[in-house]
């Protein structure tokens, strides 16, 4: 079968690999029907900073249908449309042990410390394997994952209803977050990206307001900001523009550190707020899919088959693609 396995930083392969075997007691062999590339794939790509084993089939956000199930599997059924969970926890250190397997002490990624989802079969424990409405358009179950993070950030930032928000970066991530505000209660939703046709596309989906963030007014009803872009001026600029007793919730994944005058924060009485992967977000994730599907259809920037996966990863890195998301479709033509 076709995978897309990375070697080493840079070194991203489409390769011919065997197939998965039988699978293990507790594991579950899929037919990947989609796979998205995410933005932490693109820095590991480049950086190398997560690679634990190489080579290894990238790729986290992805559905498939369940082909083969081994001993001990009740969760899910052979013809299972499923989405796969992207965290790979212990279960058994405290963090696990208290609900937080998000910020697990040996907490790896699918596509890290497993095979992933940019293959056209795949292996996983079966814990990690969540149903979905077998209706669903794949690409649109795919993104079930990045849905899951947003959830997660839009929940950590916890802005009241009604309350303005300003988001930073229109990628995926800061896309969907802009999506989920704006549907869960009538609030001003800003957003601001380097990338016009970004920011308008999210603008338009979502019902935002597109901002020049270097030109935002001080604003006293400006409590709450979500960073989606990982770069420290940005994260600068929205410490500046928040107001007292803000919250500047942190989602994307940093290139640099932040000089910060800890006073900042307490005499202004501003909370940080890290927003890692998802918690429990994933189910309430999947069950939106559906409603939110002609929204997140407008959102896929193009869809590609395996081949295509390197050629891709360099066009995404020099923000040359149109749109959010790319999928890599393994059910073309079918």
């Given at each position: 079968m076709k995978a897309a396995r990375l070697h080493a930083a840079g070194d991203l392969r489409v390769e011919d690999v065997p197939s998965p075997g039988e699978p293990a007691p507790g594991w579950v062999r899929l037919r990947v029907t989609a796979a998205g590339i995410c933005g932490s794939d693109l820095h590991n790509f480049r950086t190398g900073q997560w690679i634990s084993r190489a080579p290894s089939v990238v790729g986290h956000e992805f559905a498939g249908e369940v082909t083969a199930v081994g001993a001990g599997v009740s969760q899910v059924a052979l013809g299972d449309r499923v989405v796969a969970n992207s965290r790979f926890w212990c279960g058994e250190c405290p963090a696990c042990r208290a609900g937080l397997n998000n910020v697990c002490a040996t907490l790896g990624f699918v596509g890290e410390v497993c095979d992933g989802g940019f293959a056209?079969?795949?292996?996983?424990?079966?814990?990690?394997?969540?149903?979905?409405?077998?209706?669903?358009?794949?690409a649109i179950a795919a993104m079930a994952e990045p849905l899951a993070v947003a959830l997660h950030a839009v929940r950590?930032?916890?802005?009241?209803?009604?309350?303005?928000?300003?988001?930073?970066g229109c990628g995926p991530i800061g896309g969907l977050a802009a999506l989920l505000l704006s549907r869960r209660s009538k609030r001003p939703v800003l957003v601001a990206d380097r990338n016009a046709a970004r920011a308008d596309l999210v603008a338009e989906v979502s019902g935002a307001t597109v901002v020049d963030l270097d030109a935002v007014p001080c604003d006293p009803n400006l409590r709450h900001a979500i960073?989606?872009?990982?770069?420290?001026?940005?994260?600068?600029?929205?410490?500046?523009?928040?107001?007292?007793?803000?919250?500047?919730?942190?989602?994307?994944?940093?290139?640099?550190?932040?000089?910060?005058?800890?006073?900042?924060?307490?005499?202004?009485?501003?909370?940080?707020?890290?927003?890692?992967?998802?918690?429990?977000?994933?189910?309430?994730?999947?069950?939106?899919?559906?409603?939110?599907?002609?929204?997140?259809?407008?959102?896929?920037?193009?869809?590609?088959?395996?081949?295509?996966?390197?050629?891709?990863?360099?066009?995404?890195?020099?923000?040359a693609s149109g749109g959010l998301k790319t999928i890599v479709r393994m059910e073309r033509g079918r």
């Open positions: 056209e079969e795949t292996e996983l424990p079966a814990r990690l394997l969540m149903r979905h409405d077998p209706a669903l358009d794949p950590r930032l916890s802005a009241p209803a009604g309350a303005p928000v300003l988001i930073a960073d989606a872009t990982g770069n420290v001026t940005v994260m600068a600029r929205l410490l500046d523009l928040l107001a007292g007793g803000g919250t500047l919730a942190l989602v994307g994944i940093s290139h640099g550190r932040l000089d910060l005058d800890p006073n900042l924060l307490v005499e202004r009485e501003i909370t940080l707020v890290g927003c890692h992967a998802f918690a429990d977000e994933l189910a309430p994730a999947v069950g939106m899919l559906g409603d939110l599907a002609p929204a997140l259809s407008r959102f896929v920037a193009e869809e590609i088959a395996i081949d295509e996966i390197p050629a891709a990863y360099q066009r995404l890195i020099a923000g």
